[in-house]
């Protein structure tokens, strides 16, 4: 690539990353406000997690569609798109009034903030086809950057400014405009650049029978979807969590979410630093993660348990970066259907596992804690066999009939 091109990559990535920012607003924004929505709407049980887990089943929608858009609407549109209607959703949710066209909102959020995630994944890669796990690792990081200040930004808002959660959102959704604003005027500036690089054929089925008989590619999408199985419980569990556990530290639900978010940032900028197996280098750190988890969860000491949160993030949070840029660099010029296949299993166990946290939480904390570590530890179980695996040639997967 020459040093033009190259530029312009790098300019286009930076508008990415505003992107990706904005999509951790839109997402952690639910979670650090889910106790407001739940005392708002009066929720039980599982349906405390709801909107936060409609969101993530609107992004499992989103992936679905995904190969049947490849082709046919260029990707510079589609996160254009995107981010203004994410960011008018998360501005107008707190005005609606009916729990069941709350969650819906949420559902209809959570596809548009699907396809922000997907395509800003692989643009990046599609720009950078050399060095891509480094810009993976940017885009990562950038979503840290949002969950690390969230939680103190809607703090302040609503204790300096008084703002109540409705407020809060207006503010965010406002944010994210601006961002979807700025990325226009990059994209159009640069929008020969972008098409040609990130422009793939229309969906065959001779492709997605390729895909369905890759076994490399059949065990990234399991060992991604229980990593984020065990990564979205714990976030969108963890304030509560620390509230619920630990109520006479008022501040501490805050620490410990941007305590985890700081963790994750850091882990998810390193893994290309490594000279290592990167997929071996998932595996032991995802064993750290799960038995400081553990320790942190069963202490019952609230130092000991945001230290073990914290470590536990720095280790798990580079898993990220890893299993996207490990899956795409074997399928150059159709990263969206390989997207696809693992942020559907992604978002789909994301969906699941904050019900049934929420479900288990009515007897047991800290057991609702522990599911995360189950479903981490088969991931690492993946890890494993596709280590093994991708040492044995595998046939191309076909990209177009």
Known sequence: MSTNNQAVSNAVSNAMYLLMFSFSISVMSLQILMTNIVDTFSLKGSMQAMMPAMSLLGGAAAVVLLPFIKGRIPKPSMLLISAIVMGAALAGLGFLKEVVIAILACFILGIFTGWIDTYTNSTIVDLHKKNSQKYVGYLQASFCIGAVGLPFFIHFLMTNILLTWVGVCVVLGIIILITAAIFFFVARKHKETMKAESQEQKLTLIEVKTFAKDKFYLLMVVCYGCYCLSQNGISIWLFRYTQLTYPIYELLPTLSVSLFWVGNFISRMFPSIFNTHQMKLFV???????????????????????????????????????LINETLIHYHGNTSMALS?????????????????????????????????????????????????????RPPVAQNA
């Open 341 to 393: 296949g693992i942020y559907f299993s992604g978002k789909l166990g994301a969906f699941i596992i904050p019900l049934a946290m929420g479900a288990v939480a009515v007897s047991s904390l800290n057991i609702a804690m522990a599911l995360n570590d189950i479903m981490a530890a088969v991931s690492i179980v993946c890890a494993i066999i596709v280590i093994g695996l991708d040492k044995k040639p």
């Open 284 to 322: 032991y750190c995802m064993i750290i993660s799960v038995v400081t988890h553990l320790i942190g969860i069963f202490s019952g000491n609230a130092a000991v348990f945001v230290i073990m949160t914290f470590i536990m993030s720095l280790a798990s949070g580079l898993g990220f970066p890893v």
